[in-house]
């Protein structure tokens, strides 16, 4: 872990500002692969004060493995939204350096959705090593139905600096239920938010209550709008296990600007969400022993 990082750890919101300020100024190179996904985790909670929408989309696969499987495009109409889920570091260990920037903004609003049941079956493997030691290496699904589409937003005006906007303002995924081949016993974690509008607060103690997973979120394009090329090789390989969380409510309004430029070509509106009881925690796999280059 580099200097900056172990400061920003215990520094509080000074070195987050420092961090964007130097982005801005000298241009965030993008993280490898492996090391973003890796350590995309992101602790959702229940939005309940959701606004009708039904707005429709299309959303064409992005995974490498899904697309070789020749899932067909989808079209779906977007109901309104359930949960907001944000970045956090797991038992005090925190992203690198170069990824870091960009994880922190990682903040999703979720959208219910409805679709036809997939059934397929796939191989999943944890990526991130809290992760793996915690709840095992790897685990089998059944993917089924469609429940929610998570797309990018910003919180109360914070908007990521150019180089990092990049990145997260492409990453869309789909969030199918799943049954899941392992069982997990209650599970205590210990989560610290990383978005600098909550970085400051104290680490929570939570627990993973599911026994089995629930939902696997895989990257989509919207619209046939696809993601720059150099920031496809990322997020096409963005997939997210979820179990179910039980930690403390947010309890917050929070205002959620739309950061997708599909989402925002069709004029949806700021939203000034609710955003109350912890939800689940999803974190990164692989599918199918097809991982995210180094």
Known sequence: MSKHVSRWMTGGLFLVALVSFRAAAVGQPLPSPANFVSNLDVRCYQISNPTPINEPLQLDHLNPVLQQMGLPAEHVALQPAREF????AKNGVYPPADT???IRFVDWKCYGITGPSLDITLDLDHLNPVIAHLLGPRDKVIVREPQQL???VAKNGLVPPADVLRLVEQLDVKCYRVEASQTILNTPIQLT???PLFANSFPENGTILADR???????????????????LKIVQYSDVL?????????NKDIRLRH???VLLDMGLPEETAKVTTSTKLCVPV???QQFPPP
Do not use: G, M, S, T
């Open 286 to 288: 692989a599918k199918n």
């Open 193 to 195: 938010h990383l978005n």
């Open 150 to 152: 998570c797309v990018p």
């Open 100 to 102: 870091l920037p960009f």
């Open 259 to 261: 950061l997708n430029p």
């Open 213 to 231: 997973a629930i939902q696997l979120c895989v990257p989509v394009a919207k619209n046939q709008k696809y993601p720059p090329d150099d920031v």
């Open 242 to 250: 979820c179990y179910r969380l039980q930690a403390p409510p947010l």
């Open 85 to 88: 889920c944000v970045p956090v």
